[in-house]
C-alpha cells in the first residue's frame, strides 16, 4: 500500500514552501505524497541510536548527519529551488560535501541516506523513494527493516557513478557490526541499535 497523494498536479518545491507546516508530505517527480504519521516510539529509538552511532563517528569532520524532518532537494540538473520537483525526507542523511548545506537542508545527492522501514512506508521507500536515491547519484542507500531484523543496502559503485546505477542489494541480518561503504570510517553496531528498540514494541 502506497502512501496517499495530495492531488494529482504536478508541484515544485516552490509549491511546497507555501504549504501548511503541520502537514508533511514528499515530492517525488513532481507528486506530492502525504507522509505518514508520527512514528512508533520504537521506530524513533532505533533512527535515534543510528544516528547517534554515526554522529559519534563523524565527530571533528566535515560530514555531517542530520535526522527527519530534514529537506533533501534533488534537483535534475542546474534549475532554481523553487523549480525542484523531487524534495525527500529520509530518515536519516549524511551529507559530505558542506557546500550541499543551507538553512533549507540538502540540495543535491547526499552521500549516504537510511530509511528504517515501517508497514504504512515500505512499499514508498523501496520503490518510488530508492528510485529517486538512484536518479540523483546518492552513493549509499540502506533500507532497515525492524521487523525481519534484516537490511538491504544500495550502493553505487566507483565503475557505476556516471551512470548512476544501484547494483544489487547486499542484504545481511541486524547482527554484529556493519561498515558504510561511501563515508570512511562508520560502523553501525546493530546490537546498541536493537538494545534500543528491545524498550520497545511493535515496528
Do not use: N
Request: hydrophobic share 40%; glycine share 6%; with cysteine.
Amino acid at each position: 500500500m502506497g502512501l496517499p497523494l495530495r492531488d494529482s498536479r504536478h508541484h515544485t518545491y516552490g509549491d511546497y514552501l507555501h504549504w501548511p507546516e503541520d502537514v508533511r508530505y514528499e515530492l517525488i517527480d513532481g507528486e506530492a505524497y502525504l507522509m505518514a504519521p508520527a512514528p512508533t516510539a520504537t521506530h524513533q529509538r532505533l533512527v535515534g541510536e543510528l544516528f547517534r552511532q554515526i554522529a559519534d563517528a563523524l565527530e571533528d569532520r566535515d560530514c555531517e548527519v542530520f535526522i527527519a524532518p530534514f529537506d533533501v532537494r534533488l534537483p535534475r540538473a542546474d534549475e532554481e529551488d523553487e523549480a525542484i520537483d523531487t524534495v525527500v525526507q529520509p530518515d536519516l542523511t549524511v551529507v559530505c560535501d558542506p557546500g550541499k548545506i543551507d538553512e533549507r537542508g540538502c540540495r543535491g545527492a547526499p552521500d549516504w541516506v537510511i530509511e528504517v522501514l515501517s508497514p504504512s512506508t515500505a512499499a514508498h521507500d523501496q520503490t518510488r523513494k530508492l528510485a529517486a536515491y538512484e536518479r540523483a547519484g546518492v552513493r549509499e542507500c540502506w533500507l532497515v527493516h525492524p521487523g525481519d531484523r534484516t537490511v538491504m543496502v544500495y550502493t553505487i559503485a566507483d565503475e557505476a557513478i556516471a551512470s548512476r546505477a544501484y547494483g544489487r542489494p547486499a542484504i545481511s541480518e541486524l547482527v554484529g557490526t556493519l561498515d558504510s561503504s561511501a563515508v570512511d570510517g562508520v560502523r553501525v553496531d546493530w546490537s546498541r541499535v536493537l538494545r534500543e528498540r528491545a524498550a520497545g514494541s511493535g515496528d
